[in-house]
């Protein structure tokens, strides 16, 4: 059974870090692309960062440059999202998702609340 559980969200104040983490299992983590989106209330989803297969490859928003840090462990089969320096415009469901050449999947996705 494929599963992509996020945790690792929660409320922080302006300025402050949260790390996230998607643990995989049921597929070949190591052979998919893993990305993070994000959506808040009344918006689209947004891609936030992804990585490559072997972790060569990041991409980020330009909204999160400088600040967001995406990463991945493919022994453990889990991804990460640093996020420092955090804003109240970061506020959304942040969720991961694994793309292969045939199947994409989703996790259920953690909320990032940005408040003081």
């Known amino acids: 059974q494929v599963q992509l559980v996020e945790s690792g969200g929660g409320l922080v104040q302006p300025g402050g870090s949260l790390r996230l983490s998607c643990a995989a299992s049921?597929?070949?983590?190591?052979?998919?692309?893993m990305n993070w989106y994000r959506q808040a209330p009344g918006k689209e989803r947004e891609l936030v960062a992804g990585i490559s297969s072997a972790g060569g490859r990041t991409n980020y928003a330009d909204s999160v440059k400088g600040r967001f840090t995406i990463s991945r462990d493919n022994v453990k089969k889990t991804a990460y999202l640093q996020m420092n320096s955090l804003k109240p415009e970061d506020t959304a469901v942040y969720s991961c998702?694994?793309?292969?050449?045939?199947?994409?999947?989703w996790g259920q996705g953690t909320q990032v609340t940005v408040s003081s």
């Open positions: 049921g597929f070949t983590f190591r052979s998919y692309a």
């Open positions: 998702n694994a793309v292969g050449s045939w199947n994409n999947y």
